[in-house]
């Protein structure tokens, strides 16, 4: 009877030894799968973050050959107390001279007082004209960015930029007295508003562009199928960024503060020599 029992006993012990190895396998089982989701978690998350979040592009300093290094050369420009003075700090001198002594006596740089001059970092136009940037805070007026670009080797100030300069006083282009300017500095960002001369949104690109020199925004278009559209197309205009661009009125389009883009001559306000 007790060999019997012995016998009897022998399966329930097996099956035992049987489920808890089971359990074991499972369960290392188990183990294994949540080690391979999470280091495949890890691997999908570590390549959505590279490919999101690229390196940012190193970009040089502003390092003259010869003379003074950026920031002397902007402090020296905002407190120059004459023409002569200021021409020793400026890029294409000859050129912005005329523009210069206008817009110091008789233009809004005759009425603005300098409060503070305030490092930005460094910029690149086109991805070619690499320079300095300064914040110039001013007491009467809106601030301006003042530009510190390489020329022959030495640093000197992109007048232009400073100004905002523009080959037509924006006056002039929204009163129709003058039809077309070939140079602007604004800033501009894409936008959906199409009307009047430019209702069709197959033909125009509409931007809205903005200035410390203009009272509210205007719209431009630029034809979607000329050369400049794809300059243009270049810039990233999802976010407000300065270009400087040529435009005209189409028609009477300038009573509706609207304006064609002609051409695209850069991004940033310092142009290329």
């Known amino acids: 009877m007790l060999n019997a029992m012995k016998r009897r006993s022998r399966p329930a012990k097996w099956l035992f030894h049987h489920d808890r190895l089971a359990w074991l396998v499972m369960l290392l089982l188990a183990s294994l799968c949540l080690g391979i989701w999470l280091a495949v978690s890890y691997l999908r998350h570590n390549r959505a973050r590279h490919m999101t979040t690229p390196k940012a592009a190193v970009v040089k300093p502003v390092l003259p050959d010869h003379g003074p290094l950026p920031a002397e ?36 740089g005759a009425h603005e007082t300098v409060a503070s001059l305030n490092p930005m970092s460094s910029a690149e136009a086109d991805k070619a004209l690499t320079y300095a940037r300064f914040s110039v805070t001013l007491a009467d007026a809106p601030p301006r960015l003042l530009c510190v670009v390489r020329e022959n080797g030495a640093a000197k100030v992109d007048f232009k930029a400073y100004a905002r300069h523009g080959s037509v ?30 209702a069709h949104e197959v033909r125009w690109q509409n931007f809205t562009a903005t200035s410390p020199d203009l009272e509210t925004s205007i719209q431009l278009y630029i034809a979607r199928i000329e050369p400049a559209a794809k300059r243009m197309a270049k810039l990233p205009t999802q976010h407000p960024i300065r270009a400087t661009v040529a435009i005209r009125a189409l028609g009477n389009s300038h009573l509706k503060r609207q304006f064609q883009i002609i051409d695209v001559l850069g991004a940033g306000w310092v142009l290329e020599d």
């Open 73 to 108: 050369v902007a402090e020296k420009f905002i407190h120059a107390d004459s023409q002569a003075e200021r021409l020793k700090w400026v890029r294409h001198a000859d050129e912005v001279g005329p523009l210069m002594a206008e817009f110091f006596s008789q233009g809004r």
């Open 169 to 198: 006083p924006w006056e002039d282009l929204l009163a129709g007295t003058a039809k077309e300017a070939r140079e602007v500095r604004v800033v501009i960002r894409k936008s959906e508003y199409y009307n009047y001369e430019f």
